[in-house]
């Protein structure tokens, strides 16, 4: 008796199978793993809301870099925590601000190392907001001169890429007009070009000490509702010269993510964010989930929606496990 149907079954019936008709893989290439550096001595704090990640002052963050740099990881992101705020965020833009001084130190040691230099002003301002702020306000156009200025001290400390943050309008245009004038012409822009106002940051905001001392950042992220904002946005970052587009955060903008590939020819990078990771590592905490599986599993997930390249604070442990496997 011969029944109509396909056997998809054939191609799933062992190990040896499954893994040659395995449409993506992971590759320790493709993690990026963030860093949070701290100005300060002998500050090696978790984030209580971010289990096993760290905030690193200099002088510990060798010593985490030796780890990340040992297991196959080719690209960190840095993120600065200075000592002092002010309302215009000076420490971002200072040349001895401490993502360049950090720049610096890693590059010292890992010339090859591909460090991204997170570009926003919210973890040095006073009132926490992506800007300079008036009348409650976040200016748009005052912002980029300080934007840029942060970009150019960091490409001066020896940043191999840009990547701003603050979805201010205007920014790649202004970041790559000023980058260029200051003789940084090859250095590429990471765009966070989809960038949701997402509930999903807020441990982030834990461990960048960085949450808006007023009001939210609906004015300049994106409504996490909206898609076809996202199209506009990735256009005008194109449009403006960025070399990479961000979606952000990860996991409940897989169909963004998708659409960003489709429609765009430049790499596209995803953002598996704090809360995202909080969630797993509570639920593993609890016993709850097999982390493990699940963190390979959404990995992949982020492959197969179109991402090329992943920045998660998972990268440390997915890198162990590629490396078991
Ligand atoms: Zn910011």
Redesign the pocket.
């Known amino acids: 008796m011969s029944l109509a149907f396909n056997r998809h079954r054939r191609l799933r019936q062992s190990t040896a199978m499954r893994s040659m008709v395995r449409e993506n893989h992971l590759h320790v290439e493709d993690f990026v793993y963030p860093l949070f550096v701290a100005e300060g001595e002998n500050i090696r704090k978790e984030i209580s809301s971010m289990p096993n990640v760290f905030q690193l002052s200099l002088d510990h963050l060798l010593e985490e870099m030796e780890e990340v740099v040992s297991l196959g990881i080719k690209s960190v992101l840095l993120f600065g925590i200075p000592l002092e705020k002010d309302e215009c965020g000076h420490g971002a833009f200072h040349d001895h601000g401490i993502v360049q001084e950090a720049t610096r130190l890693i590059k010292e040691h890992y010339p090859e190392l591909v460090i991204i230099a997170d570009t926003?002003?919210?973890?040095y301002t006073s009132h926490g907001?992506?800007g300079i702020v008036e009348n409650g306000k976040v200016l748009n156009d005052p912002s980029l001169k300080l934007l840029v200025d942060t970009a150019v001290s960091q490409a001066k400390a020896g940043a191999d890429i840009i990547a701003p943050?603050?979805m201010m309008d205007g920014f790649v245009t202004a970041i790559r007009a000023g980058l260029d004038e200051a003789g940084f012409e090859d250095t590429p822009i990471m765009s966070y070009a989809v960038k949701y106002s997402s509930a999903f940051y807020g441990p982030f905001r834990d461990a960048a000490e960085?949450t808006p001392q007023f009001g939210d950042?609906k004015t300049y992220q994106m409504d996490p509702a909206n898609r076809l904002e996202a199209f506009r946005e990735a256009e005008s970052d194109v449009a403006e010269g960025a070399d990479f587009l961000i979606v952000k955060p990860g996991m409940p903008y897989l169909d963004i993510v998708r659409d960003v590939k489709n429609h765009f020819t430049l790499p596209v990078v995803i953002y598996n964010v704090s809360g995202e990771y909080s969630m797993v590592k509570a639920a593993a905490q609890n016993g709850w989930i097999d982390e493990k599986s699940v963190v390979m599993e959404m990995l992949v997930g982020m492959k197969r929606a179109g991402a090329d390249i992943i920045i998660t604070y998972h990268a440390k442990d997915a890198a162990k496990w590629l490396k078991e496997n």
């Open positions: 926003c002003l919210c973890e907001h992506c943050s603050n960085s950042r």
